[in-house]
């Protein structure tokens, strides 16, 4: 019975701890490149340029996605290794742009990567996006490790720190 037990956990933590990896599922690109909300950039869904690239899907009127965005800035000034890109599902970029007219400067950073889904593009659609808060932890080759819905946790954010995963 014992035996059975240990089994069992391992297993349980085994597809726990790994869920998401050795999936070949990749984050799908836009049907055509997003525009930052800044106007200077624009996304089309590479995260070839971190260890690991987490993908946060938001709206200015998503109170979770405000919390998740300033947990994000802090944690990720400690791992410079990982990307970090936000998709605005607003309808216009004048919308999410006054999201972050009176916010802090941590917020301002975030501007600098956020970039609007408006309808037409679905990036979120294609992506199967079907609630807010919403992450992708995607990995250096565009695989997606983890999905997370809603609050990200600490297993979720221990995920930031592994190379190519």
Known sequence: MKLLIKEITLMTL???????????????A?????????GDATFAGDTSKSDVTV??????????????????????ATK?????????????SETAMKYFANKPVAA????????LDASGQSFAELNSVDSLPYLLIVSKDG???????GHPTKADLALLTKKGA
Not at 30 to 38: D, E, H, R, T, Y
Not at 55 to 70: K, L, R, Y
Not at 143 to 149: D, E, F, L, Q, T
Request: net charge positive; proline share 4%; aromatic share 10%.
């Open 14 to 28: 085994l597809l726990y701890a790994g869920a998401g990896f050795g999936s070949e599922e990749k984050v799908k």
């Open 30 to 38: 836009p049907k055509a490149p997003l525009k930052s909300l800044s």
């Open 55 to 76: 993908i946060q899907f938001w709206a200015s009127w998503c109170t979770g996605c405000a919390v998740i965005m300033t947990q994000m800035t802090e944690l990720l």
């Open 80 to 92: 410079p290794q990982t990307g970090y890109v936000t998709i605005s599902l607003d309808e216009t």
């Open 108 to 115: 301002k950073d975030v501007l600098k990567r956020s970039f």
């Open 143 to 149: 695989k997606i490790i983890k999905r997370v819905k």
